[in-house]
T-cell receptor, first 114, second 112 residues
Framework: ETGVTQTPRHLVMGMTNKKSLKCEQH?????MYWYKQSAKKPLELMFV???????ENNSVPSRFSPECPNSSHLFLHLHTLQPEDSALYLC?????????????FGPGTRLTVL | EDKVVQSPLSLVVHEGDTVTLNCSYE??????LLWYKQEKKAPTFLFML????IEKKSGRLSSILDKKELFSILNITATQTGDSAVYLC????????????FGTGTQLKVEL
């Protein structure tokens, strides 16, 4: 257990559905991240939040909408996704500004878009 | 554009073997290099390297960074089946807003 939890662990959705992924960190960190991991590709950073403010949007399509209500919670709202969006979505957190701000990852949500 | 390249892409060894995984990078304003182990889902942190020539060690795993030649290696001695995983290398840049650039990973399989 890394102190970062994600729900659901698996999600199957149609292209017209709306769903949300949830991430919670219990480490007292102030930065949270969403990554996408597709088969045979490097982990791709999607969004970064520092102190609840979005500081990075890595050219992510608008069908992915993040929300960070506080430093412990991060959501990724999904709507009208495409089959190529099927991937493992990983959340991470870190203590930004500390001498070592190592990112700790959650277990991920395996998303399948039909 | 920042780039991280890992080699080999995959590797199959027998228990007891020693393996060396490679990570080379091309980034501006390097801050640190990190190694993660990913077994099923969550990558778990192994090492963070910021200085050249200083070996980090944890049990049978060790890693070293060469900032002149822009690479790092991860060594695993006396491999066990439990070492089977994808090993990810990532680089953080200064002023990058905590942004990590990952390599594609090395898939290691340790057989009996």
């Amino acid at each position: 257990e890394t102190g970062v939890t994600q729900t659901p662990r698996h999600l199957v959705m149609g292209m017209t559905n709306k769903k949300s992924l949830k991430c919670e960190q219990h480490l007292g960190h102030n930065a949270m991240y969403w990554y996408k991991q597709s088969a045979k590709k490097p982990l791709e950073l999607m969004f970064v939040y520092n102190f609840k403010e979005q500081t990075e949007n890595n050219s992510v399509p608008s069908r992915f909408s993040p929300e960070c209500p506080n430093s412990s919670h991060l959501f990724l709202h999904l709507h009208t996704l495409q089959p190529e969006d099927s991937a493992l979505y990983l959340c991470a957190s870190s203590q930004a500004g500390a001498s070592t701000d190592t990112q700790y990852f959650g277990p991920g949500t395996r998303l399948t878009v039909l | 554009e920042d780039k991280v390249v890992q080699s080999p892409l995959s590797l199959v060894v027998h228990e007891g073997d020693t393996v060396t995984l490679n990570c080379s990078y091309e980034v501006t304003n390097f801050r640190s290099l990190l190694w993660y182990k990913q077994e099923k889902k969550a990558p778990t942190f192994l090492f963070m390297l910021t200085s050249s020539g200083i070996e980090k060690k944890s049990g049978r795993l060790s890693s070293i960074l060469d900032k002149k030649e822009l690479f790092s290696i991860l060594n695993i001695t006396a491999t066990q089946t439990g070492d089977s995983a994808v090993y990810l290398c990532a680089v953080e840049v200064r002023g990058g807003g905590n942004k990590l650039t990952f390599g594609t990973g090395t898939q290691l399989k340790v057989e009996l």
